[in-house]
């Protein structure tokens, strides 16, 4: 269903993706993994067109991206950013119900809100939250609302930056669950970013690494342990030793 | 070093700050070019400019009133003292009231504007920029520029001259106070001159300096948020810029508004 092809972007000198090639099949929960700064959010701002790549293809069901309606494109896709980014100058409910109150989906408040407030107990929150502001929220619940707004327009394909990290193990299972629910009920196609193993084998059917610019291994899940490659391994185990250098 | 390489040192160290800047200028002209563009064509958010109007228009009335009444009293003092060195205190009223109305009025509520407003934007935009929101804007189908500049630059662009207006009034009433308390001006007189004196083009060219300057400053605040560098010291980065731009471009528009208004 995504498609990318020798993806390309450098800042300056700083050459992050040399030549991405990745597919998604439609339906698919693929997560990338990948040491910290080694392009995983680029990459994922390169499909939504939040930054341009320098050279390189990206197609949904065989259009290229960046082609043709910008609002129908985006209409499709739900991502939940890396630090929430939610709005902190609306409330909670006004945050989830954001798509739903302007633009081509808006409906009467009144609507929106029970929709934000439904997608709200999805997520586990209680309606009281809705009447709050972001920075009223601690970082678990920040993260929730982030996953609500990213589901409140019933998208079909669903980007996951780092939804667990910064989290206690206990929230991080919860939302690992829950986005591995979301995936299933709505049979959405979903992309997520982690370094949490955990994460990984709770949320993934395939498995990408990203390493160095290109993806260094992709494999199903069950074949992360066996994988043979030295690269997945050592994340996988997370040694100190091995092909990926500590110091970066 | 010879004396033909210690030149070029010195163009080069004065010619790159020069092409900085007019890079800059051209990114601001295109950057209020596209905003243009996007006033005119759907959406629009009414409820984003509802609360720009009060936030930039009916929040900086206080901060506008103070600092015309103090400028106005202080005109006057000023006046009546310059005055009687050739015995023209008696003009005290009609130069206070072109003094407010042509100049000073429009300037200050610009550079309070810029302090106030300006800075309160950048920062607030540089900050979504750095947390993302404004790419979280882009993914739930707002375009940025629709929902945070032009709700901003057009709230400016409407209430800047009615806080120059007001400042103006203001600052009168100050040169009023001052002029009857303490200078022995006769109030009904003091009132008449100054209604009698100001002209038609007096006010306009109060009003629309007052439009320009609230459009520099919303523009400036917009265009440094959004262009913000990553992280805290983006923001703070981008807050100063603005503030700095805002200003010296009121200050030099004021002048070739003055010089194309009142030049013989
Ligand atoms: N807008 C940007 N400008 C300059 N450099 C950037 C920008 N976005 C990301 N980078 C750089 O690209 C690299 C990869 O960043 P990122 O994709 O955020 O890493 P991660 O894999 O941890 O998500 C980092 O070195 C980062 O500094
Ligand atoms: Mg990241």
Known sequence: MIELRGIHKAFGENRVLQGVDLDIPRGESLVVIGGSGTGKSVMLKCILGLVAPDAGVITVDGQEAGKG??????????????????????????????????GT??????????????KLRRVGLKPQVADLYPAELSGGMQKRVGLARAIAAEPEIIFFDEPTTGLDPIMAGVINDLIREIVVEMGATAMTITHDMTSVRAIADKVAMLHDGVIQWTGPVAELDTSGDPYVDQFVHGRAEGPIEAVR | ?????????????????????????????????????????????????????????????????????????????QIFAGGSRFNAEAVVPQIVAIGMVRELGPVLVGLMIAARVTSSIAA?????????????????????????????????????????????????????????????????TYLQSTVNFLEFWDIASSLIKGAAFGGIAALMGCFYGMNSARGAQGVGRATKASVVAAAVLILAANFLLTQAFFSV
Not at chain 2, 47 to 70: C, H, K, M, N, W
């Open chain 1, 69 to 102: 309606d910008r609002d129908a494109f985006l209409a499709r896709f739900g991502m939940l950013f890396q630090g929430g980014a939610l709005f902190d100058s609306l409330h909670v409910w006004e945050n989830v119900a954001f798509r739903l109150l302007r």
């Open chain 1, 105 to 118: 989906l808006k409906r009467p408040r009144e609507e929106a809100r029970e929709i934000a407030i439904d």
């Open chain 2, 1 to 77: 070093m010879s004396l033909q390489s210690l030149t070029a040192a010195a163009l080069a160290g004065t010619g790159r700050p020069v092409l900085i800047w007019l890079a800059s200028v051209g990114r601001i002209t295109l950057f209020f070019a596209r905003t243009l563009g996007h006033m005119v064509r759907p959406p629009f958010y009414p409820r984003e400019f509802l609360q720009s109007l009060i936030g930039i228009g009916y929040l900086s009335l206080p901060v506008v009133g103070l600092t015309a009444l103090f400028t106005g009293g202080a005109l006057a003092l």
């Open chain 2, 124 to 188: 607030e935009i540089a900050t979504m920029k750095v947390t993302e929101q404004i790419d979280a804007l882009v993914t739930l189908s707002t375009h940025p520029v629709k929902y945070l500049v032009v709700p901003r630059v057009l709230a400016a662009l409407i209430t800047v001259p009615l806080l120059v207006a007001v400042g103006d009034i203001i600052g009168i009433f100050g040169g009023y106070l001052v002029g009857t308390l303490r200078l022995g001006f006769n109030p009904a």
